[in-house]
């Protein structure tokens, strides 16, 4: 079935888009959630304003994130956990436990997924952490592995 995109879908297609998706995709998700629609004449003739308000919606997206970004770059956060008698934690301190306690330093929600950690912190100590959005947005922000008494 093909569709008009009236929003942006992270790995599918961007607002004013056509596109040929699953026909149980399209009816299930993307024509209830208000996401598309399909592809008839009458829509095709207002493609050139949903492409415009498209465009202008991730303009604003984009400056809101660089606003984000520019903010928690260089921002510290102190995460505690139990260690092991060999000094190592007891598990690891993982990105949704960083993400969390960034979220509330902030006081805005910060999805774990934007952490390029590499691997979970397993010994105290200092690390520094690339956040990444789309549109090669980035933000370091410096964590302090501490040990939980």
Do not use: C
């Not at 956990?81 to 306690?101: D, E, F, K, L, W």
């Not at 774990?112 to 010994?123: D, Q």
């Amino acid at each position: 079935m093909e569709v008009i995109f009236i929003q942006d879908v992270p790995n599918q297609a961007r607002a004013g888009e056509v596109r040929r998706v699953a026909d149980g995709f399209a009816r299930n998700y993307l024509i209830p959630q208000g996401l598309a629609q399909m592809a008839t004449p009458e829509v095709l003739k207002r493609l050139h304003k949903i492409k415009a308000a498209g465009d202008e919606t991730r303009i604003r997206e984009t400056e809101v994130l660089e606003e984000l970004a520019k903010a928690l770059d260089g921002t510290s956060v102190n995460v505690m956990a139990r260690v092991t008698p060999t000094g190592r934690y007891y598990g690891a301190i993982t990105s949704a436990q960083i993400a969390t306690q960034l979220s509330t330093n902030v006081g805005r929600e910060i999805d774990r997924r934007l952490m390029e950690s590499g691997e979970p912190i397993r010994e105290p100590g200092e690390y520094d952490i690339v956040l990444k959005w789309a549109n090669d947005i980035e933000a370091t922000i410096h964590i302090v592995a501490e040990v939980e008494e």
